[in-house]
């Protein structure tokens, strides 16, 4: 079993940056891919990072790309999300996923067989 703990959300005026963390709490041998979701208000969980554990792959959402960085420590068992020029509409919980299996989708949440418990964003002035 593999827990994920996420952290660094908060609140942050329009055009600032927060970086946020997750930690798998045990061996990551069998992790093939780790991903950032994120959910607003009334709305559907959506992809928005994903990178690959050994290789460093990195695909992202149109929505954030060139604002958003993912990026992984393993000897941490660490994956990161740097968000910069962030707007209101980034508001959002934010969750950290794993996936174990090399095949299937990697934007789609069934995808992806661990979760943590999520960090609120807050973009506001």
């Known amino acids: 079993q593999v827990q994920l703990v996420e952290s660094g959300g908060g609140l942050v005026q329009p055009g600032g940056s927060l970086r946020l963390s997750c930690v798998l709490s045990?061996?990551?041998?069998?992790?093939?891919?780790m991903a950032w979701f994120r959910q607003a208000p009334g709305k559907e969980r959506e992809f928005v990072a994903t990178?690959?554990?050994?290789?460093?792959?990195?695909i992202y959402d149109d929505s954030v790309a060139g604002r958003f960085t993912i990026s992984r420590d393993s000897a941490q068992r660490t994956v990161y999300l740097q968000m910069n020029s962030l707007k209101p509409d980034d508001t959002a919980v934010y969750y950290c996923?794993?996936?174990?299996?090399?095949?299937?989708?990697?934007?789609?949440?069934?995808?992806?067989?661990?979760w943590g418990q999520g960090t609120q964003i807050t973009v506001s002035s």
């Open positions: 996923a794993a996936k174990t299996r090399t095949s299937g989708g990697y934007s789609q949440e069934g995808a992806y067989d661990y």
């Open positions: 045990r061996r990551t041998v069998s992790i093939y891919r």
């Open positions: 990178i690959t554990w050994t290789s460093g792959n990195t």
